[in-house]
């Protein structure tokens, strides 16, 4: 039987199509994309999983990672990867946000006290994250808690009072920085994260929320003066790369891959927490003061846990569904309730 135009034409673009499962043997370039600097524990280890795969599928699979946001902020990024130029990266809650909105339940404000909080909520909620990222056509290949945020200013914040007369940064179109400040009575200026370290450099914010880490690797701890006692949030990180992708690796190497990342991901955790520990030491050394609990400190912080409820509230049909919330907010009770003694983590 013959076979009609039509249908070689489509048998050809089949066969053509740059998406079609690879033949044994050929190389798959995975191109990712990070805002994070090099130059960190959090670098070596990512390095040994981009070494790691290379090794492991026999040099089937390559992964290349641009660093320090040479392809653009996350938003950059994610664009790039629509339109085929990247395949994945390393992504902050912000980041993820775009893809899953609902990933970023675990970063409302004033929510978590410690580490083992965060883990015991996130991992419960993992499957389910996973799931929903395939759904809109990406794979997890590791989660990461990138840290507690803190608060940085140039002036001591002994009260929410003194807070709500600086000028604060919070990422462009971010929601729950948006609603944060919204509900503590402040306007902030909205900015590219790229854009912090000048807008610092010419008073335009003098305050701004980040992780140790972050303070000190992208340099903006050097226009501050004074850092809070209490962190605000946790961030939560993930590396996704496309399905588009990944379905052209072998089904034994995407196994090879998957076990790779989810060992390594776990040992990133814990660089990221020495990190933030020995940022911290630099930051102290640096001359940067911590601001300790004033007399109105019990008020403040009714009113902060307030403003962090009020916030995850709003976020309520917007960001997630009511009974995801409802979960995230029954699984830190279960932690809590088996963990009484635990304590609220500070820095010392």
Same mark, same amino acid.
């Not at 805002?35 to 090794?55: C, D, H, L």
């Not at 404000?109 to 990222?133: C, I, Q, S």
């Not at 920085?177 to 590219?192: C, D, M, Q, V």
């Not at 990190?275 to 940067?288: F, Q, Y």
């Given at each position: ?175 729950? +920085? $948006?609603?944060?400040?919204?509900? !503590?009575?402040?306007?902030?200026? *909205?900015?590219?994260?790229? #854009?912090?370290?000048?807008? =610092? ?106 403003? +962090? $409820?009020?916030?995850?509230?709003? !976020?309520?049909?917007?960001?997630? *569904?009511?009974?995801?919330? #409802?979960?995230?907010?029954? =699984? ?17």
């Amino acid at each position: 039987m013959k076979m009609s135009r039509f249908a070689c034409v489509i048998l050809m673009a089949i066969l053509l199509s740059p998406w079609t499962a690879v033949s044994a043997g050929e190389k798959v370039v995975i191109k990712m994309a990070t805002i994070a600097p090099k130059g960190s524990n959090f670098m070596n280890t990512y390095e040994e999983i981009v070494r790691q795969i290379k090794a492991r599928t026999k040099g089937e699979v390559e992964v290349r990672i641009y660093w320090g946001g040479v392809q653009g902020d996350e938003k950059d990024v994610f664009r790039k990867i629509k339109l085929g130029q990247l395949h994945g990266g390393g992504f902050m809650g912000p980041g993820l946000g775009e893809i899953v909105p609902e990933v970023r339940v675990t970063e409302v404000p004033y929510f978590f006290k410690n580490y083992d909080e965060v883990a015991y909520v996130r991992t419960a909620l993992r499957d389910y994250m996973n799931r929903r990222f395939e759904e809109k056509g990406f794979v997890v290949l590791g989660w990461m808690d990138l840290g507690f945020v803190y608060t940085f200013s140039k002036v001591p914040l002994t009260s929410i009072e003194v807070a709500r007369k600086q000028k604060w940064w919070t990422l462009a179109d971010e929601p729950i +920085g $948006r609603e944060t400040f919204k509900a !503590l009575g402040i306007s902030p200026i *909205s900015l590219s994260i790229t #854009d912090v370290a000048t807008s =610092l450099s010419t008073n335009m914010i003098d305050a701004a929320n980040t992780t140790p880490y972050g303070a000190v690797a992208f340099q903006w701890y050097s226009r501050f003066k004074y850092i809070g006692e209490f962190p605000t949030t946790n961030i939560n990180g993930a590396t996704i790369v496309s399905k588009k992708v990944w379905d052209r690796i072998s089904p034994e190497n995407q196994k090879i891959i998957l076990q790779v990342s989810h060992d390594l991901h776990n040992r990133l955790v814990q660089a990221t927490r020495k990190e933030d520990a020995d940022c911290v030491k630099i930051l102290l050394k640096s001359g940067l003061k911590v601001v300790r609990t004033g007399p109105t400190f019990e008020k403040d912080m009714k009113d902060l846990l307030e403003a +962090g $409820r009020v916030c995850r509230e709003n !976020l309520v049909g917007r960001m997630y *569904s009511r009974e995801l919330l #409802d979960r995230v907010v029954a =699984l830190r009770a279960e932690y809590r309730k088996a963990h009484p003694k635990d304590t609220p983590i500070r820095l010392q």
